[in-house]
T-cell receptor
Framework: LAKTTQPISMDSYEGQEVNITCSHNNIATNDYITWYQQFPSQGPRFIIQGYKTKVTNEVASLFIPADRKSSTLSLPRVSLSDTAVYYCLVGEDGSGNTGKLIFGQGTTLQVKP | DSGVTQTPKHLITATGQRVTLRCSPRSGDLSVYWYQQSLDQGLQFLIQYYNGEERAKGNILERFSAQQFPDLHSELNLSSLELGDSALYFC??????????????FGSGTRLTVV
């Protein structure tokens, strides 16, 4: 099971770009990298998922280097409402019968005015 | 509204009691997952069902059990409740049990308080 390591907390200011890096040295060939966002007392919300190179959607970008041992979630021009916990997850064996996601401690992002 | 419905939203009960939490997955999703989130433990995976069958177990206590019914809704039963069982319980659903899509949709959770 691929383990992930990410910073416990980060601070930023409104309007800045925030980059959160996640390490996953033991990622398997079939594993995808997925990021979730969680606000207090709410369920996590899927942000973005990728396998390699770069993925972009209306919310964020995900950068994955060729060796796939790390990934970076990029949030452009954050606002106060982006204050949340961000989880980086690496899926279990993609060919298996279980899709359970194991959440780590996540990164608590605090956006200041 | 994520499409995953959890009831009740809040539950207060006494130690030793039994409660049932209910989850209706998003339309079309066959897999249901249960997670427990307490302040000191983070999000802990409990159990997964796919189309009525148990697929994976996590750190689920023997006092806890779950099932998924033919209409795909799921129930998590917690018995002999202890103070330490107080937590947010989340249900999530997805279309497939695994594979290349690990996008889950989470419900808003049930906050259980054991007094």
């Amino acid at each position: 099971l691929a383990k992930t390591t990410q910073p416990i907390s980060m601070d930023s200011y409104e309007g800045q770009e925030v980059n959160i890096t996640c390490s996953h040295n033991n990622i398997a060939t079939n594993d995808y990298i997925t990021w979730y966002q969680q606000f207090p007392s709410q369920g996590p919300r899927f942000i973005i998922q990728g396998y390699k190179t770069k993925v972009t959607n209306e919310v964020a970008s995900l950068f994955i280097p060729a060796d796939r041992k790390s990934s970076t979630l990029s949030l452009p021009r954050v606002s106060l409402s982006d204050t949340a916990v961000y989880y980086c997850l690496v899926g279990e064996d993609g060919s298996g019968n279980t899709g359970k996601l194991i959440f780590g401690q996540g990164t608590t992002l605090q956006v200041k005015p | 509204d994520s499409g995953v419905t959890q009831t009740p939203k809040h539950l207060i009960t006494a130690t030793g009691q039994r409660v049932t939490l209910r989850c209706s997955p998003r339309s079309g999703d066959l897999s249901v997952y249960w997670y427990q989130q307490s302040l000191d433990q983070g999000l802990q995976f409990l159990i997964q069902y796919y189309n009525g069958e148990e697929r994976a177990k996590g750190n689920i206590l023997e006092r806890f059990s779950a099932q998924q019914f033919p209409d795909l809704h799921s129930e998590l039963n917690l018995s002999s409740l202890e103070l330490g069982d107080s937590a947010l319980y989340f249900c999530a659903s997805s279309v497939v049990p695994a594979g290349r899509n690990y996008g889950y949709t989470f419900g808003s959770g049930t906050r259980l308080t054991v007094v």
